[in-house]
């Protein structure tokens, strides 16, 4: 264990999670923990940012090489106000956002507080590792997910990549015996497929709760997280911040022209 | 006019917004115009979805041919309820996201909730547009907008692209006849550097407000869309919805295989 390094935890489950007491749990067996989580479920949250509220820090847990905050805002505001605000150009070593209850495999990428806290981490220049569990359970067992977060981070630790890198790992949500190891994959293309459910509010006013699924376009590519994920690997996909579609550049210089 | 089109149109900075009836306007050019907006001002919402609370929709607006409506949830809740709950599989040909206040250029693109419903859009198949210009002002004036709006759109419906088509499209905050055209550009590289200013709310407790600035990585690159405003042009750039970084999946098979 290596004490100099600092390593930063935040989730999108709140820090009462138990996921992210597995995520800090694996973090101290790699350096100082200074941990900041959502004080209120944050899930779906994306990449939000709170612009018009005051933000409000709280201390909820301080032992030897741990510390633990709550925020009142969304998982990138926990991100940004640790990276901007108490560490203040502090060298960070390693970001770690979980572990989520929940896949974020596919298009949940986009959707996901905790790939978005990820993402935010990566920008300061250091490893960011977003990991999940595809299981919502409150309870659910993160034996598997915190042995193969280990391995995980040990590799890319002791073999940094030459740029950023932001990593979203999904364990699927099986024994750790069944697991059969660590695919390198690609987003799976999909849909969430959404329903809104009328339901009778206050004041008899009508309102709509969403609930959805994924529809998966492409099942049989083995590339994918997806896949990984239905035949009982942890899915890893390197993710990247430049949104640019460079492929249809020339297509609009173009008709744009 | 093509009374048969339908164009959705969405924005971030609520149905009340100044850019939002110039969108309308530039929409109802091209087809039949529903308009779902959020209620409140949503500025920084990324692709967040509200998943614990009902949301409730209210009418507007209702003239020929255009529909408008308010949604108590998020940019991208807004564009989900359209497509999956008002829509239901109705052929939708365009959406117009915006015109927000304020710049989407470089990183913001991954902030924003302008940007994140035209992502939205996107996935069901039909060409998306975020417009937004680079004024915050509540009153900013709209008319170099609305025109380089009608000329891209114009374009790229005539054109159309052979997939799924995301388009971020800034305007600078200068007259029209000072715009010198419009450019292809790709998203620059560069982070919010954020301050947290200590604020004194109720009952004494200590908050924070978030402040920022965007530090560009790369002010001499000419070919970003931040280059392109900051020199008197339109940015155009072509936003991709899979996040892999394939470049790195050669150094990751390598670390972890």
């Known amino acids: ?6 390593i930063f935890v935040t989730n999108d489950d ?17 350096g100082r923990v200074v941990a900041v989580a959502p004080e209120s479920v944050q899930s779906g949250k994306s990449q ?13 847990h301080q032992s ?11 998982p990138v505001d926990c991100a940004k106000f640790a990276f901007d605000h108490l560490f203040r150009g502090q060298r960070v070593d390693l970001v770690i956002s979980g ?50 977060a280990r391995e995980i981070i040990s590799s890319i630790m002791e073999n940094p990549a030459s740029e950023n890198l932001c990593l ?20 799976c293309r999909g849909i969430w497929l959404d329903e809104f459910a009328p339901m009778e509010c206050e004041d008899q006013k009508q309102g709509y709760m969403i609930s959805g699924a994924f529809s998966n376009h492409e099942p049989e590519a083995e590339d994918t997280d997806e896949w990984a994920l239905a035949n009982g690997y942890v899915s890893v996909v ?5 949104m640019t579609h460079y492929k249809q550049m020339e297509y609009l210089e173009r008709v744009l022209g």
Chains 1, 2 share one sequence.
């Not at 929940?102 to 905790?114: E, P």
């Not at 920008?123 to 919502?136: A, M, N």
């Not at 979203?168 to 987003?187: H, T």
């Not at 390197?238 to 430049?242: G, L, R, S």
């Open 48 to 60: 939000a940012i709170t612009i018009y509220d005051p933000l409000f820090i709280e201390s909820r």
């Open 64 to 74: 030897e090489g741990v510390e633990v905050y709550s925020l009142s805002g969304t």
């Open 14 to 30: 709140s820090f009462r999670a138990k996921g992210f007491a597995a995520a800090i749990e694996v973090a101290r067996e790699f």
């Open 168 to 187: 979203n790992v999904n364990v699927p949500n099986i024994p750790l015996s069944e697991i059969k190891g660590v695919r390198v994959c690609r987003q």
């Open 1 to 6: 264990m290596n004490k100099e390094r600092l």
């Open 238 to 242: 390197p993710v990247q911040i430049d």
């Open 99 to 148: 572990i989520n209850h929940g896949s974020n495999a596919g298009t949940n990428v986009l959707y996901s507080g905790t790939m978005g806290a990820a993402i935010e981490g990566s920008f300061y220049g250091c490893p960011s590792v977003g990991l999940s569990l595809t299981d919502h359970d409150a309870e659910a067992d993160f034996e598997a997910a915190k042995h193969y």
